[in-house]
């Protein structure tokens, strides 16, 4: 039996989703972004929502999201996107409006834009993606990097006495009466790649009810920025992360 | 039938934005601007056009929240007051390197830092010249009258979209918070056209909409500021509006815009009782400037002097204009002080006629 005779719609079982373009993704091998886009992606192709979603890049490494994503999409500034969500679905409020968005545009540089977006109820979802660094710009601290964890600006590990503490601004924004689901989850298993999918399906479809934001924190690896193997990296991610930033739904819409 | 009131600046311009058939406001309170956003509060317009406003955390957030709409191809909008339009030059440069059209508002009050709360002209540079990073210009109005503030607000859409530009209306506390007659014009609709470079949700057929200013391969990024660039000079053609007073036997010339060119000419009119032969140019567009007709008169006037509201900004321009074909000086209060006609007359005898 030849390679060709095999490749027949009866035997499909898993492609990749019309949502997301054919550009070869720039992410370094063993990153989570590329398992998170596609999930994205693949929950707007289910929900039939390709023509009536419009997402909003963010600075970072996800900076180029727009080329993977076969939607409308906006570049924001450093920070920016949920403000410019917001302006997006003020005069579009009949389309899902989504940021994608790294620790350090969100819980940094952005953290006015994100609480108060959140805290207006906008009715958008906001994807987080934690990994504990910069990884654009090669390895800095980010607002949620470990105490003690290194990088290139805490290079003998982030000293909270004079760095500050790593912020948990999810459970911060779980708190704001705007949010409406706040869940966090990783894309490292295909157990928890399953999970974020179903929690970025219930997002998307709570976006109709106009009930305010969603926000869904998936927590990563940095193969790169950490300076390890994909496979130690989910490991370390595993052994320290997780205990830090547990997974599991931190606001469920009451019944 | 002509619609005529007597309106604070501030609220005309609100009123005359809801009226353009405007989206969408974005804004944040600042003195002496804070009647924009409040009329536009107390009016709703969402009940009479659909037109949303909304009061943003920060001026940050409120010029962002302005480049998501326009992105969207809406009319959208802001205003603030000098230090909050320092806090916008970021999301303009993005908006200018996007090139998304949209129309801000800058009620000038007195710099440097927190300033004072009163009128000045001390922001021109920032607007005419850049303000955020990277090379882009913004359509620069200057209203000397209430009834310029609201015009220029459906000429600065109408331009905006012409060229797919921020538009910036360059006021100040005087006109801001004065009250005159004005003349509204009539409700226009709102646009339901959607541009081909909106991000309206992705048709079938099309390819997807992106909004940026990212190029990150610089040979790409220079075609970005060759065609920025190339606009430029096709508004620098096309755009250019000033006004003249007595320029047909002057043998001096007052350049002046804004509040202070309505200061200027009363003092004109003072110089002219003395035998003084003086005239007035008011640019009404900063950016594009009125640098040809300057440079027709810079060739046969004995001395200009440039009246402003600051130490000395559009003198520069000014100057570049006239290249050297007559002394051009500059003359100016600031702080939020406002000249008074006698003290620009004097300025006129001491640094020009008797120069």
Redesign the interface.
């Known amino acids: 039996m030849s390679e060709n005779n095999i490749i027949t719609p009866e035997n499909l079982v898993y492609e990749k989703t019309k949502v997301m373009t054919d550009r070869v993704l720039h992410y370094c091998p063993g990153c989570g972004h590329g398992t998170a886009h596609r999930l994205l992606a693949d929950v707007i192709d289910e929900l039939g929502i390709q023509e009536d979603t419009i997402g909003v890049a963010p600075v970072g490494c996800s900076v180029l999201a727009y080329y993977y994503f076969d939607v409308d999409m906006q570049e924001a500034a450093h920070g920016r996107a949920p403000a410019v969500a917001t302006g997006i679905k003020r005069v579009l409020p009949e389309k899902y409006v989504f940021t994608y968005q790294g620790d350090g545009d969100l819980a940094a540089i952005g953290t006015a834009e994100t609480i108060h977006a959140c805290n207006r109820g906008e009715n958008i979802l906001i994807v987080f993606i934690n990994n504990g660094i910069y990884g654009m710009t090669g390895g800095q601290m980010a607002p949620t990097t470990l105490p003690g964890m290194k990088s290139s600006t805490s290079p003998r590990g982030r000293d909270v006495a004079t760095m500050g503490n790593p912020l948990k601004i999810t459970e911060l924004i779980a708190e704001l009466p705007g949010t409406y689901y706040v869940t966090r989850q990783s894309v490292h298993t295909p157990g928890n790649a399953r999970k974020t999918r179903r929690a970025l399906k219930k997002a998307l479809e709570y976006q109709k009810l106009n009930k305010g934001t969603c926000f869904v924190e998936i927590v990563a690896n940095c193969p790169s920025g950490w300076k390890m193997t994909p496979v130690q990296s989910n490991k370390w991610m595993e052994e320290h992360m997780f205990p830090f930033y547990p997974l599991g739904d931190i606001k469920v819409p009451e019944k | 039938m002509k619609e005529l009131r007597l309106m604070k600046g501030n609220e005309a311009l609100a009123e005359a934005a809801i009226r353009a058939g405007a ?2 406001y ?1 804004g944040y309170p600042i003195t002496p601007q804070s009647e924009v956003i409040e009329y536009l509060m107390r009016e709703n317009p969402v009940d009479r056009t659909g037109m ?1 406003v ?1 009061q ?3 001026e ?3 010029i ?9 191809g ?1 009319r ?1 909008m802001t205003s603030s007051s000098s230090p909050g339009i320092s806090l916008k030059m ?2 303009i440069s ?1 908006i200018a390197g ?1 090139e998304l059209p949209c129309l801000i508002v800058n009620v000038v009050r007195a710099g440097p830092g927190l300033g004072t709360i009163q009128p000045s002209q001390s922001d021109y540079f920032q607007a005419v010249k850049g303000g955020g990073h990277g090379d882009y210009k913004m359509i620069v109005l200057a209203p000397a009258t209430v009834q310029e503030s609201v015009d220029y607000v459906k000429l600065g859409f109408d331009l905006a979209f012409k060229y797919r530009n921020p538009v910036m209306i360059l006021s100040d506390g005087i006109i801001g918070q004065m009250m005159e007659k004005v003349e509204l014009f009539e409700q226009m609709p709102r646009t339901t056209e959607e541009p081909e470079w909106a ?6 057929g099309r390819d ?7 190029q990150l391969q610089s040979e790409e990024q220079e075609k970005v500021n060759l065609r920025l660039q190339a606009k430029y000079r096709v508004i620098e053609k096309n755009e250019v509006r000033y006004e003249t007073y007595m320029c047909d036997d002057a043998e001096y010339l007052f350049v002046a815009f804004g509040s202070c060119a309505r200061i200027t000419r009363k003092a004109m009119e003072l110089a002219r009782e003395k035998g003084y032969k003086v005239g007035l140019v008011r640019p009404q567009t900063l950016y594009p400037f009125p640098e040809k007709v300057i440079n027709e008169f810079g060739s046969r006037m004995k001395g200009i002097l440039t009246v402003e509201m600051n130490a000395g900004q559009m003198v520069e321009d000014v100057r570049l204009a006239v290249n050297g074909q007559c002394p051009v000086k500059h003359f100016g209060r600031f702080g939020g002080m406002i000249p008074s006609p006698d003290e620009i007359l004097n300025a006129l005898e001491q640094k020009i006629i008797g120069g």
């Open positions: 989206d969408a974005f949303q909304l943003a955390e920060s940050v957030a409120a962002n929240m302005v480049y998501g709409a326009a992105g969207c809406k959208a970021e999301g993005y996007a991000t309206v949700g992705k048709k079938p997807s909409v992106i909004v940026t200013s990212l």
